[in-house]
Structures are given as structure tokens and as C-alpha cells.
């Protein structure tokens, strides 16, 4: 049975090692953490020094999934546009080998539901880079639909 729960600085140990390649890592979130390899202690400096980049002071919640073997993945949500109605997914990642086995749908099922009865969240999106089909498989899946692509990133809503 898969679980989240907020993010703690020991999950970034191995988080980071899920970013087992260049292309993962920049897929994944790259953009946000400086130069690819990423370690522990950058993830943690992003997360509680920077805010996870976030202007406002209570709009970043890392969440981590596990189960009885321990953690399986990752993502954040944040409120956009000074809206605590809108959410939005981001930087998720899913062990490699839990990959294509239903772990990351079964995590952003649990994150949608907590999104929308906890944080009473009225829209959610995600973005996905265009030649990340696996990722744009699982959000679909989840109910996110395709409103447009920006840059190379399709943005999601639901």
C-alpha cells in the first residue's frame, strides 16, 4: 500500500540517486537544482533555504511516497499565482525500479486527493517536456488533459 507524507531532509539521499543520468536529472527538474550530478545537500538547500524557489513563504509542499519497502517517490505541489486555489505538481520522480509498474499514477492519485480535500484546491496543473512520454502517459492517466505546449513543456490541467 502506498502512503505519502511531507518530504524530510533524509528522503533527499536517495531521491537524488533516482537521477541516475544527465537527461533524468533534467527531466525531473535540473532547471531548479544548478548542475547535473545533483547531492543530498543541494536538494536540501533548494527545499529549506530557497523555498523550493518560491516567492511566497507557505506555497511549497514536498511530499514523499512510500510503502512497506520504503520510499518510491517524489513530488511537490505549490500554490501559483497568489491563488491557494490553484496547485500545482511538479518534480516528480519515481524510483527506477518502480518505474512502469503503476507507482507514479497510485502517488499522484493520493496527491490529487489531498490537493483537493485538504488544501481545498479548485485547479491543479503539471507540466511535462514534450519528449517525456512516460511522464505525460501517467499525468493523463491521473486526469490531467493537455491545454498547451510552451517552450517544449506540455501544461496540464485538471
Same mark, same amino acid.
Given at each position: ?34 548542475? $547535473? !550530478?545533483?547531492? =543530498? ?13 518560491? &516567492?511566497?513563504? *507557505? /506555497?511549497? $509542499? !514536498?511530499?514523499? =511516497? ?13 500554490? &501559483?499565482?497568489? *491563488? /491557494? ?74
Amino acid at each position: 500500500m502506498l502512503c505519502l507524507r511531507p518530504y524530510k531532509p533524509c528522503d533527499a539521499k536517495k531521491i537524488v540517486l533516482w537521477c541516475q543520468d544527465e537527461e533524468t536529472f533534467h527531466k525531473w527538474g535540473g532547471d531548479h537544482f544548478g548542475e $547535473y !550530478p545533483i547531492n =543530498a545537500d543541494i536538494m536540501n538547500h533548494v527545499y529549506f533555504e530557497k523555498n523550493g524557489n518560491c &516567492i511566497e513563504e *507557505d /506555497n511549497f $509542499y !514536498p511530499m514523499t =511516497a512510500f510503502d512497506e519497502d520504503g520510499i518510491c517517490g517524489h513530488f511537490i505541489m505549490r500554490y &501559483i499565482h497568489g *491563488d /491557494n486555489h490553484i496547485i500545482r505538481f511538479g518534480w516528480v520522480i519515481v524510483a527506477p525500479d518502480r518505474r512502469g509498474k503503476g507507482y507514479g499514477k497510485e502517488m499522484l492519485s493520493i496527491g490529487i486527493k489531498l490537493a483537493r480535500e485538504i488544501y481545498h484546491a479548485e485547479q491543479l496543473s503539471i507540466g511535462v517536456f514534450v519528449d517525456n512520454d512516460s511522464a505525460r502517459y501517467c499525468y493523463t492517466s491521473v486526469g490531467f488533459r493537455e491545454i498547451e505546449t510552451v517552450n517544449g513543456v506540455i501544461e496540464m490541467e485538471l
